[in-house]
């Protein structure tokens, strides 16, 4: 197997993390290529004594696994580098929470050997992906986003008026903070912490999110996945914000922003001893109350 490792930087006391990721690489016979930067930080923190391993810093359709070191932060960076090679994802929790991260820190040599051996299923995760009228002069090189894509103001306090259409079809302008339309992978992330339904991950919906709403009846929506979404923003500043699951980007508030389902999916791995209820139910603590 040709294997490409990512980390977004090294966490100090996660080498022994890696040094047994790369065992049960090896023991398996398969190639490992790191991501260049990565590989350099693990250089230059004597993480690695020599430079032994090859190196990428594009991704193709030749490799067969692309294992991320971090947390959910750091799958959303990967995907950058996946795109549309279809090469599956599988992440090893070093951070906190870990949604899309799975693999425990205790549990690497077991999880990964699972892995290799091919016991586990592919979760096909809906990317949405962003269209601006006119162009930006800034262009948007990545223009998709697995978690969300959100709207919010810039620098001022005041609040933005979002102008929201569904199919060509006037829905409401939001009166808020911003707008996070989000997939059902993100439905856990920041459309959750602004009070955003949970959504199985292989529902084929997106969910819009206010953020802040000033009028009180405005509640998230979930729509069908098949939706395009046209936005336009306006308030006391001339530009606003638009991100792209940690990307940012200025537009100017005559900037139409079309937001649609992707052409191409993510495939994350799920080891066949887990599902995504049993993380939900580790994640948010569900049954800690002793009467459930």
Same mark, same amino acid.
């Given at each position: 197997m040709k294997i490409a490792i990512y980390g977004q930087s090294y966490q100090k006391n996660s080498d022994t993390y890696i040094q047994e990721l790369l065992k049960v690489i090896q023991d398996a016979n398969s190639d490992i290529y790191f991501e260049s930067q990565f590989y350099k930080e693990l250089l230059a923190e004597k993480v690695l004594k020599d430079p032994i391993y090859d190196t990428f810093s594009q991704l193709d359709n030749s490799y067969d696994l692309l294992v991320s070191i971090g947390g959910d932060g750091t799958i959303l960076r990967a995907i950058t580098? /996946?795109? $549309?090679?279809?090469i599956p994802i599988v992440g090893i929790n070093t951070g906190r929470l870990?949604?899309?991260?799975?693999?425990?820190? $205790?549990?690497?040599?077991?999880a990964m050997n699972e892995v290799l051996e091919g016991k586990y299923h592919i979760s096909e995760r809906s990317l949405l992906t962003i269209e601006t009228?006119?162009?930006?002069?800034?262009?948007?090189?990545l223009n998709f986003a697995l978690n969300e894509i959100a709207i919010s103001r810039r620098n001022t306090t005041s609040m933005i008026t979002v102008e929201t259409t569904l199919n060509d079809e006037y829905l409401t302008?939001?009166?808020a903070d911003g707008l996070i339309i989000s997939t059902p992978t993100g439905s856990t992330g920041y459309s959750l912490s602004c009070g955003g339904p949970v959504i199985m991950p292989e529902a084929d919906n997106f969910i819009?999110?206010?953020?802040?709403?000033?009028?009180?009846?405005?509640?998230?929506? /979930?729509?069908?996945?098949s939706t395009?979404?046209?936005?336009?923003v306006s308030g006391r500043e001339n530009k606003f914000l638009v991100s792209l699951d940690s990307r *940012?980007?200025?537009? $100017?508030?005559?900037?139409? /922003?079309? *937001?649609k389902k992707a052409a191409f999916s993510i495939k994350m791995i799920e080891l066949n001893s887990e599902s995504f209820l049993d993380t939900l139910r580790k994640k948010l603590l569900w049954g800690e109350d002793k009467r459930n």
């Open positions: 580098f /996946v795109q $549309d090679h279809k870990g949604f899309l991260a799975t693999i425990q820190k $205790d549990n690497i040599k077991n009228r006119p162009k930006p002069e800034q262009k948007l090189e302008s939001y009166w819009l999110t206010p953020i802040a709403p000033h009028n009180l009846s405005a509640r998230p929506l /979930v729509i069908s996945g395009e979404i046209k936005l336009r *940012i980007e200025t537009l $100017d508030n005559e900037t139409t /922003v079309i *937001i």
